[in-house]
């Protein structure tokens, strides 16, 4: 069956291990997605989420709003609302909001069985 919903119908909770930072699954498997998930993501104004990686999936980005940081791997680059973002499999990626308005984007993951977070705590993280 098809599902609609308003994203203000949908609980924000606080990312695991991140500073001023949300997600909303917007669509996901408890709705009956066969194959992606839907989640939408805020940072706010000197947010962050630490260096991470997940081993068995790529996610695609879409900003909606704001400008912040990304690493991803030994890079780090700049996004702004409309830019989007392929990260692969395996990639570690982490978040800055360095600016002084919320950062918003949505990211679309495939659906899996096990959806596995790897936090790579021996890297230095950022003090906001």
């Given at each position: 069956?098809?599902?609609?919903?308003?994203?203000?119908?949908v609980?924000?909770?606080?990312?695991?291990?991140?500073e001023?930072?949300?997600?909303?699954?917007?669509?996901?498997?408890?709705?009956?997605?066969?194959?992606?998930?839907?989640?939408?993501?805020?940072?706010?104004?000197?947010?962050?989420?630490?260096?991470?990686?997940?081993?068995?999936?790529?996610?695609?980005?879409?900003?909606?709003?704001?400008?912040?940081?990304?690493?991803?791997?030994?890079?780090?680059?700049?996004?702004?609302?409309?830019?989007?973002?392929?990260?692969?499999?395996?990639?570690?990626?982490?978040?800055?909001?360095?600016?002084?308005?919320?950062?918003?984007?949505?990211?679309?993951?495939?659906?899996?069985?096990?959806?596995?977070?790897?936090?790579?705590?021996?890297?230095?993280?950022?003090?906001?």
């Amino acid at each position: 069956m098809s599902v609609v919903k308003s994203s203000s119908s949908v609980p924000e909770a606080a990312v695991d291990r991140a500073e001023a930072a949300f997600i909303q699954w917007l669509i996901d498997r408890r709705d009956g997605a066969p194959n992606f998930e839907l989640r939408k993501f805020r940072i706010r104004p000197g947010g962050m989420i630490p260096p991470h990686m997940h081993p068995d999936i790529e996610h695609i980005q879409y900003v909606l709003k704001g400008r912040y940081r990304v690493m991803l791997g030994d890079r780090e680059v700049v996004v702004s609302g409309g830019d989007a973002i392929l990260i692969l499999a395996g990639t570690v990626h982490a978040y800055f909001n360095d600016g002084e308005e919320d950062a918003e984007f949505l990211c679309i993951i495939p659906k899996k069985s096990e959806y596995k977070t790897v936090w790579l705590d021996e890297q230095p993280q950022r003090s906001c």
